[in-house]
């Protein structure tokens, strides 16, 4: 059904989402490019001879599902949503890897926390060793404590932490808990969130999101449809759009009652309520999937004031989801653009709201220089 949607929206060839497209600008590479993975669709739409048909689904499979192009399309053209469709009628090993990656975090994470102690301190950057180390980072970089503020949050509240923070990094669960303090209900009793889907719809396995979805909803009403307060940009825009499916809901006054209750911790924080430790400057990397405007962005520029300096305008950290195993080498190119990107005074503690951008920042960062996510910034 995207396909036909995307082909009633013609391609007016205006370019803007070459301009937009982060693994396009890195590699120079047309048939990367959202226009030539387009044109691809087009011809096996139109049953023409695509060549090499091997290649051509190795090439719809490069792309990092940032939205890019999307937004800036005149036409209406979302070659993600297209690509997500086709990759789930026709699922690969990627995929099935991809099942297991997210199916089994609660083992496998924490277990390659474990092996990054037996692997080689420095590391290629965007290497293996490079990610299994990002994962079990820990930097050192606290710059705030909370010194004022309990009582700031819309009770009953529950924290969606993500499946970076439940299986890699449970001290995000425990600063957030510090900063929701008494407001904050369900930090160690939250309920046994699925992944939020979203890199699970992107590598093509929509049954699995799907459920992901039914069992959230169905665990967020139990609890009675609290605040659903979230720590990751991608998780945000993830659970929103769950809004947009509504078979998932009761009825239209439970789907308005979600909407309004998916809401990033950032948006609830006042600057005034922490006291600095340090007097660093901290460089911000806007998620792709971070709202628009971005709460994580607008807390942590009132938190630095001077001291804050936003990152690169548009890079994305290259990360991609199930195309950082299908095309590690590209995710890094993409990576190493973004890190180009940065002014040289940038460099030296680089923070994020998204769990992706962090690992993939943490695995790829140039000498001396800090990946965290903000939470990590806080005192505990
Ligand atoms: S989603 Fe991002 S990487 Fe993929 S084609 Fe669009 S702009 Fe390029
Ligand atoms: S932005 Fe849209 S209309 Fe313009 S070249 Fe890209 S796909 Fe075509």
């Known amino acids: ?47 023409r001879n695509l060549g090499n048909p091997a290649a051509a689904r190795k090439l719809l499979g490069l792309c990092l599902g940032c939205g890019r192009c999307a937004d800036v ?18 699922p690969g090993w990627q995929a ?73 990094k449970p001290w995000w669960i425990q600063a957030a808990g510090r900063i929701m303090g008494s407001a904050g209900q369900g930090l160690e009793d939250f309920p046994d969130w699925n992944c939020c889907g979203f890199t699970l719809g992107q590598a093509g396995l929509s049954g699995l999101r799907s459920d992901a979805c039914v069992k959230n909803v169905e665990l967020w009403r139990n609890l009675g449809r609290p605040l659903l307060l979230t720590i990751c940009a991608t998780c945000t825009t993830a659970l929103r759009n769950y809004e947009k499916k509504a078979d998932l809901f009761s009825d239209e006054d439970e789907r308005r009652t979600w909407a309004k209750a998916v809401q990033p911790l950032s948006r609830y924080l006042n600057p005034h309520d922490f006291r600095p430790l340090t007097d660093a400057c901290l460089t911000y990397h806007r998620p792709c999937h971070a709202p628009n ?72 960062a140039p000498p001396k220089t800090d990946v965290s996510h903000w939470l990590e910034l806080m005192r505990m």
Not at 73 to 90: D, S, Y
Request: charged share 20%.
């Open 1 to 47: 059904m995207a396909l036909e949607m995307d082909r009633d929206r013609d391609c007016i060839l205006c370019g803007k989402c070459l301009e937009a497209c982060p693994l396009f600008k890195a590699t120079g590479r047309e048939e990367l490019s959202p226009r030539g993975k387009s044109f691809l669709i087009q011809e096996a739409l139109e049953e």
């Open 73 to 90: 399309c005149p036409q209406g053209r979302n070659l993600p949503e297209t690509l997500r469709r086709i990759k789930a009628g026709h």
């Open 96 to 168: 099935w890897v991809w099942r297991a990656w997210i199916n089994n975090a609660k083992h496998v994470w924490p277990w390659l926390g474990g092996c990054a102690k037996l692997l080689p301190g420095r590391s290629t950057a965007g290497s293996l060793p490079s990610v299994v180390h990002a994962l079990a980072s820990r930097p050192q970089m606290e710059m705030f404590r909370r010194s004022a503020g309990d009582g700031f949050l819309p009770s009953p509240a529950v924290l969606f932490p993500g499946c970076m923070a439940r299986y890699a």
């Open 293 to 364: 405007p971005d709460p994580d962005e607008a807390f942590l520029r009132d938190l630095f004031g001077p001291r804050f300096i936003a990152g690169a305008q548009g890079a994305c950290c290259g990360m991609g989801g199930v195309m950082r195993l299908s095309a590690p080498e590209l995710s890094t190119q993409v990576a190493t653009q973004c890190w180009d990107a940065l002014q040289p005074q940038a460099l030296g503690h680089v923070v994020s709201g998204c769990s992706g951008c962090v690992l993939q920042l943490s695995a790829t």
